[in-house]
């Protein structure tokens, strides 16, 4: 059984449904990319499933515990950390204050906690240097690791990433996409979503393609990569 | 009969009826005392009414409107008892003083936030509690002003059921001027203001000038109905004004239905007839309303007024008239703008949104921009439309320096732009919302439209005819009168480009407008943007599709991180090989290579 | 002059404690809660009957009248606010829910206790009555009660540097991302309402020896409360020291020239002027002001 199993998974805004019966699961130590255009649902497809959006129909099953619908301050406990699109960071505290404050509620010993933030500082140097400085002065590029390192502090079952890419350079993305595999490489289980669909293909081990909520094709990444189903989902059609 | 006016003979017939209504009440009822309640009641009505266009419709709450009654009620007291004044001058003072009160009141409103604003109307309110027994030398105090004299006209005095009449026959004109007011582009501005301010500036509304009048216009009223309440009781004193009494005014049009036409009379009617059933409960009276109001804003807000609509929805099914699509129409032909953007830069904390973005587009040319999310494209737009104000550089709408004048100014001189998500206004249809565009270039005053003279209904048709036509155009004239509530997604879009399109804009700036549309929908879209570059209109689209934009424009400017990767046509930017690895990834092209 | 100048600070105290409870509600919702000076009142009432009408003990009286407010604090924050939030989202319709609230409370304390003001006393061993200082008098409670509100203040600092502190900024500043890094924002707002409530009671119970415990109390330092974080910027308890200090010094300073009524006239002209010229008070942030 899958880490995370998504099944038929129905949501949307007050009546509108935005996502149709969208179904995934992702593994320790896999990365799943999901693509598809603007306006496909992919944001939507995580914001349902670390319990932002309400499902109206649908199951998800954290490690064979059923999570659909419950609290996403609950969910964050039971492993699931979502980076959200636009990294939603605390900008007017500090890179340290942002880094102490994912850790709360999760009940570690003084010890624990201190081991934690060493390892997110070895994953990103940088967040040491600008400790701090507040989140809100710190670069794009900046700003997204520490997103990441935020929900690295939780030390997640699995870790979905909005659009990591999101506004950075292509070196910075390496360096993100470089963190991610690293992360695999220890047994993470990622759910990725993102718009560079070529980048995203690179890393991944599986992945789904999304159009208009909902999931029109999936496979290994490696056969995906010049596939027909990805020109046409990306060009918007 | 036309169209038209079997369109008006409904509402017009209702209005009639409820005027004799009112005018037989009196004949009916045959206690004094009843009479004076009704009288009463016309006052808590007209009040209401004035509260109701500033809390219901504007969205600004005032705890102060009990003190502005007072105020009034002092104001025709003492200039009719200590100084003799005539009533309907003393009256007319009421009203100026109150209005002016008002004014008072309304510059705060503009630099604070709504609750800030609630909170200096309740402080108002408290002070001018105090003052009125304070400065006894005016007010007498305590003992407060007696022997208030009835109106006269024509040499008869107006009392009982004369004086009902004077205060219900107010009340009628005064909802008949709110109406007006409110069919036309002001109520569709205050409603903007309540509920979508980006949209009024986006349309060329000031909002500081409309909030001003508002605030006048619901004072006054306010201070004629104070003018009326003093009469009325014939006495008044300090306690007939507790802090309370702004509170009345509040639970009246919550409880009929905040920003509905309707609701004063509704809650108003409701008030009154309470009390009277439940007279053995009188002590816990305030209590009963408070938890009342409690009860509304959680479980009901929109009020009586929006049960009876939707009890009226369920039993009356109306068929919606579809016209048949007609074919495109055509619009007027315009000058288009020139954009010119030089080094233009604007950084956001620590992110650079733009850095030393350079572009030029001519008159009447399809601009397309693209790039990765976050690149930088929407600061571009916002810029441009005066949103934010670059750090460093130029921009030009032809000779106009963006950087040195407001949004609504430019909204005013014909630059026009669309959102990322549709900024309609959500209660109006969509007609409504297209009319709505048309604000800055409507000639009827205000006071024609209060009025209901006939060059303001002209205005009206015609500018509902114009509404009719963009909605032609873009191809949305079936769906007019569909609230925005209950248009999909696509229509509003169409919807936001007509009401862009009203009064002709010279440049216009469309965000994202292909997001979440069908294929069908964007053939739609591809053809009107087609049509309205030819009648002149400059046109910059920031896109994602870019097969639409390869379609669309002769020139593509692609932004990656702030800066201009590549600018030139179609065909040459997609070839590009740094623009594919902006898209695609370096490792990607490096593989292609191999 | 002496005399001016305790009168100022001992009032200066006492709205600097109101505001501090209006301000720590305020920190993780961005709300005003209307119904602030109601609490602080069935404080001081709850207390006032307590210990005189049914003779307990000072200190048992209190806590039991705080910990009963900080409940009612609770209630209002499930009945009257988080619905009216779920429900509005932007809009302002919890002022109407919180005056609402608010006169349910003042009606029903009006029916039980009455209007008339009831007696209480200051916190044994502290007294009411002055004592000369040479260059000035002040009771031994006038003292404390500057002690005590310094310390509250530092103490409610301190807390905001600490981990659930810096939590209940975070839920004001980006709810969703709270939300994301696991901290539970209804169980912040809820437990903020407790403690803001409990802090407004304490108000009321210190306000009372010198003001008497009344029903009416509550109004009164309620736009009072308002007028200080107006002025010292809304959040701000620094500035709300520091605004309280003006507001009460330019009160103890024309009460001997002007009259209750202008007085208030006075004071509140003088907060309008400021708030016109700097929307955001003294000392709040421009970031805070909203348009």
Redesign the interface.
Same mark, same amino acid.
């Given at each position: 059984m899958a880490l995370l199993e998504v099944t038929n998974l129905s949501a949307g805004y007050g009546r509108i449904p935005v996502l149709d019966r969208v179904s995934l699961s992702v593994d320790r130590g896999q990365i799943v990319a999901v693509v598809g255009a603007n306006g496909a649902g992919k944001s939507t497809l995580l914001k349902t499933i670390s319990g932002l959006l309400c499902p109206l129909n649908g199951e998800v099953n954290l490690a064979g515990k059923s999570i659909g619908g419950a609290q996403p301050h609950h969910i964050v406990a039971e492993g699931l950390l979502h980076v959200a699109e636009g990294r939603r960071l605390f900008r007017s505290q500090t890179v340290a204050e942002n880094l102490d404050l994912a850790l709360i509620g999760a009940g570690l010993t003084r010890a624990d906690e201190r081991r934690r933030l060493v390892d997110v500082h070895a994953l990103f140097p940088v967040l040491v240097e600008k400790a701090h400085l507040p989140a809100g002065a710190l670069s794009g590029g900046q700003q997204q690791m520490l997103a990441i390192g935020q929900a690295l502090m939780r030390a997640p079952k699995i870790l979905m990433l909005d659009e990591p890419s999101l506004g950075l350079a292509p070196i910075i993305v390496d360096e993100v996409f470089d963190v991610l595999t690293t992360l695999r490489a220890r047994g993470a289980a990622i759910l990725l979503v993102e718009q560079l669909v070529e980048r995203a293909l690179d890393i991944a081990d599986h992945a789904y393609v999304m159009v208009s909520g909902r999931m029109s094709g999936d496979g290994p990444a490696a056969s995906l990569r010049d596939s027909d189903l990805v020109r046409r989902a990306y060009s918007g059609g | 009969m036309s169209e038209r006016s079997s369109r008006l003979l409904g509402p017009r017939l209702a209005i009639v009826v409820a005027g004799l209504t009112l005018a037989a009440l009196p004949l009916v009822v045959r206690s004094d005392y009843v009479t004076f309640l009704l009288t009463q009641a016309a006052v808590l009505y007209l009040v209401a009414l004035g509260l109701n266009v500033l809390t219901g419709y504007a969205?600004i709450?005032s705890?102060g409107h009990g003190a502005l009654v007072t105020i009034g009620a002092y104001a025709l007291g003492i200039a009719t008892v200590d100084h003799g004044w005539p009533f309907w001058g003393a009256m007319a003072t009421s009203a100026i003083v109150a209005g002016l009160c008002g004014l008072a009141l309304a510059?705060?409103a503009f630099?604070?936030?709504? %609750? $800030?604003f609630?909170?200096?109307t309740?402080?108002?309110g408290?002070?001018v509690s105090?003052?009125i027994?304070?400065?006894d030398w005016l007010t007498h105090g305590f003992s407060g002003v007696v022997a208030i004299p009835k109106p006269s006209l024509f040499g008869m005095t107006l009392q009982g059921r004369g004086l009902f009449w004077l205060v219900a026959g107010t009340g009628f004109a005064a909802f008949l001027v709110t109406r007006n007011l409110i069919a036309s582009r002001f109520g569709r501005t205050l409603l903007a203001i309540k509920e979508s301010p980006l949209t009024a500036t986006s349309v060329g509304v000031r909002i500081g000038a409309v909030k001003i009048g508002t605030f006048i216009y619901s004072a006054a009223l306010a201070g004629v109905g104070g003018a009326f309440y003093a009469t009325n009781q014939g006495v008044i004193t300090p306690d007939d004004f507790t802090?309370?009494f702004s509170?009345f005014f509040?639970l009246v049009i919550?409880l009929g239905g905040l920003g509905s036409l309707h609701g004063p009379l509704l809650g108003t009617a409701a008030f009154f007839l309470l009390p009277y059933l439940m007279t053995s409960l009188h002590? %816990?009276r305030? =209590?009963i309303?408070?938890?009342g =109001? =409690?009860v509304l @804003?959680?479980v009901f807000?929109q009020g009586l007024a929006g049960l009876l609509a939707l009890l009226a929805r369920r039993f009356n099914r109306k068929a919606t008239r579809i016209c048949l699509a007609a074919s495109r129409t055509e619009i007027p032909s315009v000058e288009g703008a020139r954009l010119v953007m030089a080094a233009v830069s604007k950084r956001f904390?620590?992110?650079e949104a733009l850095a030393d973005v350079s572009l030029t587009v001519e008159p009447g040319a399809i601009r397309g921009i693209v790039g990765?999310?976050?690149?930088?494209k929407t600061t571009l737009l916002n810029v441009v439309s005066g949103y934010h104000k670059p750090d460093s550089g130029r921009i030009c709408i032809d000779s106009t320096a963006v950087e040195s004048v407001s949004t609504v100014t430019l909204a005013r001189q014909g630059v026009r732009r669309t959102f990322q998500t549709p900024k309609l206004i959500p209660h109006l249809s969509i007609i409504e919302n297209v009319m709505f565009g048309a604000y800055s270039v409507e000639q009827a005053s205000l006071v024609a439209i209060a009025l209901g003279l006939p060059s303001a209904r002209r205005e009206a048709r015609a500018r509902r005819a114009e509404a009719m036509q963009l909605l032609r155009f873009v191809g949305l004239a079936a769906h007019a009168e569909t609230s925005v509530g209950e248009a999909t997604?696509g229509q509003q879009r169409l919807a936001e480009i007509a009401r862009a399109l009203v009064g002709r804009p010279r440049l216009l700036l469309l965000d994202?407008p292909?997001?979440?549309l069908?294929?069908t929908e =964007?053939d739609g879209l591809k053809s009107v943007v087609r049509a309205i570059a030819a009648s002149g209109t400059t046109i910059m689209i920031v896109e994602?599709?870019?097969?639409?934009i390869a379609d669309l424009c002769a020139l593509i400017t692609v932004v990656d991180?702030g800066r201009v990767l590549k600018a030139g046509p179609p065909s040459a930017v997609f070839a590009d090989p740094e623009v594919l690895?902006? $898209? @695609?990834?370096?490792?990607?092209i490096a593989r292609q290579n191999d | 002059m002496g005399e001016i100048i305790v009168q100022g600070v001992t009032m200066a105290a006492i709205y600097a404690l109101v505001a501090v409870s209006l301000n720590i509600i305020y920190r993780p919702t961005n709300i005003f809660n209307f119904a602030q000076g109601d609490l602080l009142m069935v404080g001081a009432l709850l207390a006032a009957v307590l210990s005189r009408g049914y003779a307990v003990q000072w200190y048992a009286a209190a806590a039991f009248a705080v910990g009963a407010v900080a409940l009612l604090a609770v209630i209002i924050d499930i009945v009257a606010v988080a619905p009216v939030i779920a429900r509005h989202g932007e809009g302002a319709g919890w002022i109407i829910s919180t005056l609402a609230a608010s006169i349910i409370i003042h009606e029903i304390a009006d029916k039980l206790a009455g209007p008339d003001p009831r007696v209480l006393s200051a916190p044994p061993p502290l007294q009411t009555t002055p004592t000369d200082f040479g260059a000035f008098s002040a009771s031994s409670f006038q003292l404390g009660l500057v002690v005590f509100v310094c310390g509250l203040v530092a103490a409610t600092e301190m807390f905001y540097r600490t981990r659930p502190g810096r939590a209940v900024h975070a839920i004001a500043e980006d709810r969703e991302a709270s939300l994301l890094r696991g901290i539970n924002p209804r169980r912040v707002t809820r437990l903020s309402f407790a403690v803001g409530g409990a802090v407004a009671a304490v108000a009321g119970i210190l306000a009372a020896p010198i003001l008497f415990a009344s029903t009416s109390l509550g109004w009164l330092l309620l736009l009072k409360g308002f007028l200080i974080v107006a002025v010292g910027g809304i959040g701000s308890n620094g500035g709300a020291i520091l605004a309280a200090l003006i507001v009460a010094m330019i009160e103890a300073v024309t009460a001997r020239t002007l009259t209750p009524g202008l007085q208030e006239a006075a004071s509140f002209a003088v907060v309008l002027a400021i708030l016109l010229v700097r929307p955001q008070g003294i000392f709040g942030s421009a970031a805070g002001r909203a348009v």
């Amino acid at each position: 059984m899958a880490l995370l199993e998504v099944t038929n998974l129905s949501a949307g805004y007050g009546r509108i449904p935005v996502l149709d019966r969208v179904s995934l699961s992702v593994d320790r130590g896999q990365i799943v990319a999901v693509v598809g255009a603007n306006g496909a649902g992919k944001s939507t497809l995580l914001k349902t499933i670390s319990g932002l959006l309400c499902p109206l129909n649908g199951e998800v099953n954290l490690a064979g515990k059923s999570i659909g619908g419950a609290q996403p301050h609950h969910i964050v406990a039971e492993g699931l950390l979502h980076v959200a699109e636009g990294r939603r960071l605390f900008r007017s505290q500090t890179v340290a204050e942002n880094l102490d404050l994912a850790l709360i509620g999760a009940g570690l010993t003084r010890a624990d906690e201190r081991r934690r933030l060493v390892d997110v500082h070895a994953l990103f140097p940088v967040l040491v240097e600008k400790a701090h400085l507040p989140a809100g002065a710190l670069s794009g590029g900046q700003q997204q690791m520490l997103a990441i390192g935020q929900a690295l502090m939780r030390a997640p079952k699995i870790l979905m990433l909005d659009e990591p890419s999101l506004g950075l350079a292509p070196i910075i993305v390496d360096e993100v996409f470089d963190v991610l595999t690293t992360l695999r490489a220890r047994g993470a289980a990622i759910l990725l979503v993102e718009q560079l669909v070529e980048r995203a293909l690179d890393i991944a081990d599986h992945a789904y393609v999304m159009v208009s909520g909902r999931m029109s094709g999936d496979g290994p990444a490696a056969s995906l990569r010049d596939s027909d189903l990805v020109r046409r989902a990306y060009s918007g059609g | 009969m036309s169209e038209r006016s079997s369109r008006l003979l409904g509402p017009r017939l209702a209005i009639v009826v409820a005027g004799l209504t009112l005018a037989a009440l009196p004949l009916v009822v045959r206690s004094d005392y009843v009479t004076f309640l009704l009288t009463q009641a016309a006052v808590l009505y007209l009040v209401a009414l004035g509260l109701n266009v500033l809390t219901g419709y504007a969205g600004i709450t005032s705890i102060g409107h009990g003190a502005l009654v007072t105020i009034g009620a002092y104001a025709l007291g003492i200039a009719t008892v200590d100084h003799g004044w005539p009533f309907w001058g003393a009256m007319a003072t009421s009203a100026i003083v109150a209005g002016l009160c008002g004014l008072a009141l309304a510059l705060p409103a503009f630099r604070l936030s709504t %609750w $800030y604003f609630a909170l200096i109307t309740l402080g108002f309110g408290s002070v001018v509690s105090g003052l009125i027994t304070e400065l006894d030398w005016l007010t007498h105090g305590f003992s407060g002003v007696v022997a208030i004299p009835k109106p006269s006209l024509f040499g008869m005095t107006l009392q009982g059921r004369g004086l009902f009449w004077l205060v219900a026959g107010t009340g009628f004109a005064a909802f008949l001027v709110t109406r007006n007011l409110i069919a036309s582009r002001f109520g569709r501005t205050l409603l903007a203001i309540k509920e979508s301010p980006l949209t009024a500036t986006s349309v060329g509304v000031r909002i500081g000038a409309v909030k001003i009048g508002t605030f006048i216009y619901s004072a006054a009223l306010a201070g004629v109905g104070g003018a009326f309440y003093a009469t009325n009781q014939g006495v008044i004193t300090p306690d007939d004004f507790t802090i309370h009494f702004s509170i009345f005014f509040l639970l009246v049009i919550v409880l009929g239905g905040l920003g509905s036409l309707h609701g004063p009379l509704l809650g108003t009617a409701a008030f009154f007839l309470l009390p009277y059933l439940m007279t053995s409960l009188h002590e %816990w009276r305030l =209590l009963i309303y408070a938890v009342g =109001l =409690l009860v509304l @804003m959680i479980v009901f807000p929109q009020g009586l007024a929006g049960l009876l609509a939707l009890l009226a929805r369920r039993f009356n099914r109306k068929a919606t008239r579809i016209c048949l699509a007609a074919s495109r129409t055509e619009i007027p032909s315009v000058e288009g703008a020139r954009l010119v953007m030089a080094a233009v830069s604007k950084r956001f904390g620590g992110v650079e949104a733009l850095a030393d973005v350079s572009l030029t587009v001519e008159p009447g040319a399809i601009r397309g921009i693209v790039g990765p999310n976050g690149s930088g494209k929407t600061t571009l737009l916002n810029v441009v439309s005066g949103y934010h104000k670059p750090d460093s550089g130029r921009i030009c709408i032809d000779s106009t320096a963006v950087e040195s004048v407001s949004t609504v100014t430019l909204a005013r001189q014909g630059v026009r732009r669309t959102f990322q998500t549709p900024k309609l206004i959500p209660h109006l249809s969509i007609i409504e919302n297209v009319m709505f565009g048309a604000y800055s270039v409507e000639q009827a005053s205000l006071v024609a439209i209060a009025l209901g003279l006939p060059s303001a209904r002209r205005e009206a048709r015609a500018r509902r005819a114009e509404a009719m036509q963009l909605l032609r155009f873009v191809g949305l004239a079936a769906h007019a009168e569909t609230s925005v509530g209950e248009a999909t997604h696509g229509q509003q879009r169409l919807a936001e480009i007509a009401r862009a399109l009203v009064g002709r804009p010279r440049l216009l700036l469309l965000d994202e407008p292909a997001a979440g549309l069908s294929l069908t929908e =964007l053939d739609g879209l591809k053809s009107v943007v087609r049509a309205i570059a030819a009648s002149g209109t400059t046109i910059m689209i920031v896109e994602h599709h870019l097969e639409l934009i390869a379609d669309l424009c002769a020139l593509i400017t692609v932004v990656d991180r702030g800066r201009v990767l590549k600018a030139g046509p179609p065909s040459a930017v997609f070839a590009d090989p740094e623009v594919l690895a902006t $898209y @695609m990834g370096r490792r990607a092209i490096a593989r292609q290579n191999d | 002059m002496g005399e001016i100048i305790v009168q100022g600070v001992t009032m200066a105290a006492i709205y600097a404690l109101v505001a501090v409870s209006l301000n720590i509600i305020y920190r993780p919702t961005n709300i005003f809660n209307f119904a602030q000076g109601d609490l602080l009142m069935v404080g001081a009432l709850l207390a006032a009957v307590l210990s005189r009408g049914y003779a307990v003990q000072w200190y048992a009286a209190a806590a039991f009248a705080v910990g009963a407010v900080a409940l009612l604090a609770v209630i209002i924050d499930i009945v009257a606010v988080a619905p009216v939030i779920a429900r509005h989202g932007e809009g302002a319709g919890w002022i109407i829910s919180t005056l609402a609230a608010s006169i349910i409370i003042h009606e029903i304390a009006d029916k039980l206790a009455g209007p008339d003001p009831r007696v209480l006393s200051a916190p044994p061993p502290l007294q009411t009555t002055p004592t000369d200082f040479g260059a000035f008098s002040a009771s031994s409670f006038q003292l404390g009660l500057v002690v005590f509100v310094c310390g509250l203040v530092a103490a409610t600092e301190m807390f905001y540097r600490t981990r659930p502190g810096r939590a209940v900024h975070a839920i004001a500043e980006d709810r969703e991302a709270s939300l994301l890094r696991g901290i539970n924002p209804r169980r912040v707002t809820r437990l903020s309402f407790a403690v803001g409530g409990a802090v407004a009671a304490v108000a009321g119970i210190l306000a009372a020896p010198i003001l008497f415990a009344s029903t009416s109390l509550g109004w009164l330092l309620l736009l009072k409360g308002f007028l200080i974080v107006a002025v010292g910027g809304i959040g701000s308890n620094g500035g709300a020291i520091l605004a309280a200090l003006i507001v009460a010094m330019i009160e103890a300073v024309t009460a001997r020239t002007l009259t209750p009524g202008l007085q208030e006239a006075a004071s509140f002209a003088v907060v309008l002027a400021i708030l016109l010229v700097r929307p955001q008070g003294i000392f709040g942030s421009a970031a805070g002001r909203a348009v």
